[in-house]
């Protein structure tokens, strides 16, 4: 079937009527889009690592990652997800790069030089 037949099926007009009325009365609304729930913006390379080594070197103790996690999002001024911060965590604490160490479950303080890197 060439495409002239495919777009006289009766059914496939109702749906593209359908989805064309929905799209002109969600473009009349005045209500603001809904977020989409991506940032506005891309965070840098490394920006919450480096806030996260900030905060754990001002405490001078263990953190709790919770605590981290509020304090990051404090820092930046805006919504961090907790995926974020426990990824970061988690990859900072293994191997050769290392740059936390866990302490205990869910607490995580600054990797010295003093621990043998």
Known sequence: MDLPGRLSNPILQRSWADLAAKLDALRSADRPARPSGRPERFRRRGEV???IERLLREAGEPMRAREIHRAVQ????E???WSSIANCLARNTAGAASRFKRVGVGRY???????GR
């Not at 404090?74 to 001024?77: H, I, K, N, P, V």
């Not at 303080?109 to 621990?115: A, G, I, P």
């Open 79 to 81: 919504e961090v997800s």
């Open 74 to 77: 404090r820092e930046l001024g």
């Open 49 to 51: 690592r480096g806030v």
């Open 109 to 115: 303080r600054l990797l010295s030089l003093h621990d």
